[in-house]
């Protein structure tokens, strides 16, 4: 049996893994070995839908040390106006270059893929080959780092929570690029953003909206994506920013939070008569909410029961069904629910959301104040966990944990300059911009109304705590 020593061993190495990993090495001279059940680095994203695109720039994607794509504003399609957005494809191969060309040159990295780690026996963690069976003890001298506890549910992995009869024909949206022949009619399950994706796709592919059906439960508040962009367009994002400490400032519970932001223009539905009910903070193009709302035939049913060779069944009744129908399953929750847990403690980090969104902004966060060789308790100050429920009503107390961490970071006089200057940080370009109106008033703005956003989220989070 192999026995290996180093200062972290990182559980997973996808987004988070990879993004902590690289600012945690940037740093400190620490030793990092990466464990995977993937053959290579990249997560998620190994198994996406093949027509999937980040939601977000990749200008503010990936890992500290290298940047993804080239920062360029598309001029034309679905995307034009706004900052570059990378395929699956492309980020499979970026995180492949970032481990390859960045991480193990250091000698500082070592990389076990098709490997699943199998948990530990004091300061003994058990990793065992998923090709051969052989087995490696690792010995952190320092933490373990578990870079799994928010990770995606994607569909090509997904068990849906109903029951198919045998002829129905029930693919994730991977499947959609395999068909043999055009079916009668597609019919999407599922409220998220991969159900929003496959949507727009089959639209643009030339699918008629009619023969497209969409079962869909409670709709998402979405950020528009015109406020998301970074670089030359930051006054769009500090837009953002301001907008969010406006309506923390006044908002009495988390609805209430969601039709302000709604006021502002920075949230949208998908449709302007039903309310959504759910946040996960993802974005979306106008562009891509007008096509949506061609799909007249929506299905309002939270849950899925049973596919059958006549007659889907909902927990809002029976529709009917059809052999002829392909079946797509969007239900993986996509951010799944957890529970909020330390993100620092003896020997662990446990990597999670620390902001609205932006997981490896998050996680190279984490990364860089555990290279400060701050104690836990100070690290936890700074980097409170920000807990993705999916309910709306629940989006004061998850902006008070993100608005508390941000401050904190800001105004700790070393993290706060990492924090303004990282790739990562959507508003890095700010200070570059602050002869701009929309940047300047913003952060004027911010400066004078943070302290009255935050006691109103405080008062609004405990009520709704004691509510429950």
């Known amino acids: 049996m192999r026995v290996v020593e180093t200062d972290y061993l990182v559980i997973g190495a996808g987004a988070s893994g990879m993004a902590f990993a690289d600012t945690l090495v940037a740093h400190t001279d620490a030793e990092v070995v990466l464990v995977d059940r993937r053959h290579r680095p990249g997560g998620h994203w190994l198994d996406a839908y093949p027509f999937v695109r980040l939601h977000q720039p990749s200008a503010y994607y990936g890992v500290e040390s290298r940047p993804l794509g080239d920062d360029r504003i598309d001029e034309h399609g679905a995307n034009a106006g706004f900052y570059e ?116 796709w089959l639209l643009e592919q030339g ?88 799909i007249e035939h929506v299905v309002r049913a939270r849950r899925v029961r049973h596919l059958g ?73 700074l980097c409170p966990p920000v807990v993705f429920s999916g309910d709306v009503a629940e989006l004061t107390r998850l902006a008070y944990a993100a608005m508390q961490g941000q401050v904190a970071r800001v105004r700790n006089e070393t993290v706060g300059p990492w924090n303004a200057a990282s790739r990562l940080n959507p508003a890095r370009a700010a200070l570059d911009h602050i002869d701009e109106a929309d940047v300047a008033e913003s952060l004027a703005f911010m400066i004078e109304h943070t302290r009255e956003a935050l006691a109103n989220l405080e008062r609004a989070s405990t009520i709704a705590a004691r509510a429950r």
């Open 85 to 200: 957005r990378a395929s699956a494809a492309e980020i499979c191969d970026y995180y492949s270059r970032a481990l390859d060309e960045s991480l193990l040159p250091t000698g500082r990295v070592q990389f076990f893929g098709m490997s699943d780690y199998r948990g530990e026996d004091g300061d003994e963690h058990l990793v065992v080959s998923l090709l051969d069976g052989s087995q490696t003890v690792v010995k952190p001298r320092r933490k373990i780092v578990d870079a799994t506890y928010v990770q995606s549910e994607i569909p090509s992995r997904h068990v849906p929570g109903f029951t198919v009869d045998e002829g129905v024909t029930l693919v994730p949206p991977n499947g959609l690029v395999g068909l043999s022949q055009a079916p009668g009619r597609f019919t999407v399950i599922g409220a998220g953003k991969t159900a929003i994706d496959t949507c727009v």
């Open 309 to 381: 060779r006549t007659a889907v069944t909902t927990d809002a009744g029976d529709v009917p069904g059809g052999t002829r129908e392909v079946y797509v399953d969007c239900t993986a929750a996509g951010v799944p629910a957890s529970a909020a847990r330390p993100v620092y403690s003896p020997g662990r980090v446990t990597i999670q959301y620390v902001a609205v969104g932006f997981l490896p902004w998050c996680a190279a966060t984490i990364g860089f104040v555990e290279s400060t060789g701050l104690g836990d308790e100070e690290k936890n100050r």
């Open 207 to 294: 699918v008629d909206p009619d023969r497209i059906r969409w079962i869909r439960g409670r709709d998402p508040w979405q950020f528009d994506r015109t406020f998301t962009q970074p670089l030359d367009l930051v006054g769009s994002y500090m837009q953002l920013q301001a907008r969010w400490v406006e309506t923390a400032a006044a908002a009495e519970d988390g609805r209430d939070f969601a039709r302000r932001l709604e006021d502002t223009g920075m949230f949208v539905r998908l449709d302007p008569a039903v309310e959504p009910l759910a946040f996960r903070g993802a974005t979306v193009s106008l562009r891509e909410i007008d096509a949506l709302r061609a």
